[in-house]
């Protein structure tokens, strides 16, 4: 009787934090769909900001996001995947390896904003690439380069052991082990890490902040040493700068209506192929 009321005291608990975290997203969704969508349009969406940013719309905060993201990723998932596969798979179990582990965690909780200083005096100023693309991308990859060597190690491990010893019993190398059968075999948690980390690069602003965004261009980047607008910057610079707080205001629940959108197309894009790589589609 005792253990009936407990695991149904577990169940109920279980179904009440569902049930509070499902209600805090839907009230923000809720709450900037609503004020979002009243100045949603077409033009909002392909026109370039006009008169003080109070009219016109967020093309170029749009482009400049997606440039940003894709740099970001296309920079730490390669290196990100190859320093868990080294962890995992080749270095010896030594002290120092548990601590690079240990300090990759560790990275992984550090702010954004310190990330951002980085960028600055490294890529920025050491490097000479300036406020650009480039150097923003690169200062958002190494700042979700821990999370994608965590989640990847994670789904290496996860891994059967039968699978490795499989693979060399039938005389395949290490290297071709790894890369025929351990590799493939964790690619939908990997995946995971990529997705997480998406809506991560996307939607921060203190790192592009010091690296790669602009207040204000009416134009698209021609090269990646171009700065940009970026919707999370453009979002900030809305609701702290100008003389027009009412319009501003609007146009900043606008920006995070696509912005939110935005993040969950390229979330849902990803876990789509994650799916069909698990074999469920």
Known sequence: MKNKITQNLGFFLLFFSIITTLFFLGAIIYFISVNGL?????????????????????????????YLTFGAILFSLPLGLACAIYLCEYSPKSYVVNIIRMSINNLAGVPS????????????????????????????GIMVLPQIISAS????????????????????T??????????????????????????RVAGE????LFTAATYYTRGYPDSVFSE????????????????HPEKQTEIAYGCS???????????????????RQRGEL
């Open 153 to 172: 190690q994670e789904a290496l491990l996860a891994v059967p052991q039968s699978y490795r010893e499989a693979s060399l019993a039938l005389g395949a």
């Open 257 to 275: 209506l696509v912005l939110l959108i935005l993040v969950l197309l390229v979330s849902t894009l990803a876990i789509v192929l994650r799916q």
């Open 174 to 199: 290490h290297w071709q082990t790894t890369k025929k059968m351990v590799v493939p075999a964790a690619l939908p948690g990997i995946l995971t890490g990529v997705i997480l980390s998406i809506g």
């Open 228 to 243: 940009v607008m970026a919707l999370p910057y453009h979002i900030y610079a809305l609701m702290t700068e100008g003389t």
């Open 38 to 66: 009243k100045v949603i349009n077409w033009e909002f969406l392909t026109q370039v900001p006009r008169k003080g940013m109070t009219e016109g719309g967020i093309a170029p905060a749009i482009v400049g996001t997606f």
């Open 113 to 140: 904003v310190v990330f951002g200083l980085f960028g600055l005096t490294v890529f920025v100023k050491f490097f000479g690439f300036g406020v650009s693309i480039l150097s923003g991308s690169l200062t958002l």
């Open 205 to 208: 602003t203190a790192p592009i």
